[in-house]
């Protein structure tokens, strides 16, 4: 009788025991979940985009250039800008000249001459970087490359090649590319799944679908997420990417946010942080162009979720923050240039949802690139015209 009671008592407090171990479990996913909420929130639908109360107006500050692909300002406040058919010009107080030493490039397709940035420290080094489809290397075709050289006098010089992206392919699609800063040494940039969204984006052994993270020599930074991994490209940063064609450098948080070309109905805006899957092909809100489904997956454990998706699409590129008081309806909210729908949209973003979404400019053209200079004006590549100045409302009443 003794030994039963001792048995049945053995077996009440291993099972509640069992029990015990469950409710842990279970209590851990729920608060995994609950902090994938809050670190990895699901998107909620956009408002919709409205026009804003007054007009914009603005003023043509570079003319005459059929697709400018990308602008960066020098300290002295003139501009560099970039011409997808391969043309440099150096816009000095409205005036433009063509620059010497542009890399060859491979203009086929989407690919040509991509995105132009000034070097944080040029003043002591002279250095300027540039992403363009590029040749080299072995097969047909092209792929995206990145170089630095030096800008002085109209002319590039002392040009080193920083990386390009293998294989080479004939597809006409998704090179990226944009590139930005971070303020320690880094640079980032991107190249989007070159056509090939069932090879590249998810395997990091290969290029494409990528945001990528270099010193600015070119070298890889030893923190990078995937060194030291076998057969990985080792300057990948984030991966699952479709075609970012806008990226920044979030001066409120240090992060850097990219806005990508989704399939159709599902561009996105993501916050690339090191190491993480951004889910393309395997989870998106859009679907194929002729209407066909891609996945039903949106979102999953794996992946990172975007702050937002655009439905429908306006296909972005260009992307910046405003930070300057000459426009103080906009300050603090994000502009991305629509090349489907021919205007600057804003955005603004509150504790990362889009509260608000304003069409500028309305008609102005494909909008390719956005950027606020150092006099605080917002500038903007427009194709078919050139680059564009962003005149502030107290300046058109
Ligand atoms: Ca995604």
């Not at 792929?143 to 294989?167: H, I, Q, S, V, W």
């Not at 923190?223 to 001066?251: C, T, W």
Request: charged share 25%.
């Amino acid at each position: 009788m003794k030994k039963q009671l001792l048995l049945f008592g053995l077996i009440l407090s291993l099972s509640a025991c069992g029990d015990n171990e469950k409710n842990k479990e279970t209590a851990k996913a729920e608060e995994e979940k609950e902090n994938n909420q809050e670190t990895n929130p699901v998107p909620k639908k956009q408002p919709e985009a409205v026009s804003p109360e007054k007009t914009y107006e603005y003023e043509v500050v570079a003319e005459n250039i059929t697709i400018p692909w990308g602008f960066d300002f020098l300290p002295d406040g003139s501009m560099l800008v970039t011409a997808k058919n391969g043309e440099i010009f150096h816009v000095v107080d409205g005036e433009k000249k063509a620059v010497s030493g542009a890399p060859d490039i491979y203009n086929q397709g989407q690919g040509g001459l991509l995105d132009i940035a000034i070097a944080p420290d040029f003043d002591k080094n002279s250095w300027i970087y540039i992403t363009y489809a590029s040749q080299e290397g072995d097969g047909e075709g092209g792929n995206t490359a990145l170089m630095r050289a030096k800008f002085a006098n109209g002319k590039l010089t002392n040009r080193e090649d920083l990386y390009k992206a293998k294989p080479n392919t004939t597809k006409g699609q998704h090179f990226g590319s944009r590139i930005v800063f971070d303020q320690e040494e880094h640079l980032f940039f991107s190249i989007g799944d070159r056509g090939n969204r069932d090879e590249n984006p998810q395997d990091i052994t290969r290029d494409g679908g990528k945001v990528y993270r270099l010193n600015l020599d070119g070298s890889i930074p030893e923190d990078n997420p995937f060194v030291g991994e076998e057969n990985a490209k080792e300057a990948i940063y984030s991966y699952g990417h479709r075609n970012p064609q806008g990226m920044i450098l979030n001066d409120a948080t240090g992060e850097v946010w990219v806005n990508e070309h989704g399939p159709k109905g599902g561009d996105e805006i993501n916050i690339v942080k090191p190491g993480k899957n951004y889910g393309w092909p395997l989870v998106t809100y859009g679907e194929n162009y002729d209407g066909t489904t891609i996945t039903e997956e949106r979102t999953g454990p794996k992946f990172q979720n975007p702050v937002t998706y655009w439905r429908p699409s306006i296909a972005p590129s260009g992307f910046e923050k405003v930070t300057s008081n000459k426009y103080p309806e906009l300050k603090g909210g994000f502009l991305v240039g629509s090349l489907k729908f021919q205007y600057l949209e804003y955005l603004k973003i509150e504790d990362n949802k889009v509260t608000k979404r304003e069409k500028l400019l309305e008609g102005l053209g494909r909008v390719r690139d956005v950027q606020q200079g150092p006099d605080d004006f917002i500038y903007v590549a427009v194709e078919g015209t050139g680059v564009i100045k962003l005149l502030p409302l107290q300046e058109n009443k």
